[in-house]
Structures are given as C-alpha cells and as structure tokens.
C-alpha cells in the first residue's frame, strides 16, 4: 500500500494504490491522523488504486469520519472501484460517507 497526500485548493487530496488490510491498515491510520495534526479541515480521497480493503481499513475510515465531523470538516470519497463500492454497499458505510465517482464531482 501506498499513501500519497497534495495541498490542494480545496484541502488535501490523498491518494490510496493498493490494499488495506490488516497487515498495514496502522501504517494508513498513521498518515491520516498525520493530517489532524497538520489541522487539515477537508480530506478528498482517491480511492482509484485502492484494490481492496479488510474490516480493519473501514474501521479507520470510520474513526477518520468521526473525527471529521467532530471538527466540522470533510471527508470525500472518489473514484471506488466496483467491488470496493461493493463493500462500502453491503456494510452500510455508502450511508455514512459522501462516495462520488470522479475527482471532479468530489472537488
């Protein structure tokens, strides 16, 4: 897995390539709670490259939303290949994240 992050006008987009799992999701929590310290208040995340992702990876996208809207920010999802969409359908998270198709429509 690999996180990459950009200063965007709009926020930080972060970009995920890889999977989430649960031999690394704590290296991903890691680079999100980096940007709560770096106080960033709208997180736009590419989710193109992400090829799969455990229970442990929704859990830190979860605590990500929560602490999002704890402080009055966003948290934007794009880009979700078909069966990562799948997931977030079944588990019910699609309900709790705003999930957009493209960059664009997330910006």
């Given at each position: ?54 229970s442990s ?24 290949q078909p ?25």
């Amino acid at each position: 897995m690999n996180v990459t992050n950009q200063s965007i006008e709009q926020g930080t987009l972060v970009t995920i390539d890889g999977r989430i799992d649960t031999t690394n999701y704590t290296e991903f929590e890691q680079a999100m709670n980096q940007l709560f310290n770096d106080n960033v208040k709208a997180i736009y995340l590419d989710c193109s490259g992400l090829t799969y992702i455990s229970s442990s990876g929704l859990r830190v996208f979860l605590t990500v939303q929560k602490k999002m809207m704890s402080i009055g920010g966003k948290f934007l999802l794009f880009a979700m290949q078909p069966t990562i969409k799948e997931i977030f359908d079944i588990s019910g998270f699609s309900s709790i994240f705003s999930i957009f198709e493209t960059k664009e429509e997330a910006l």
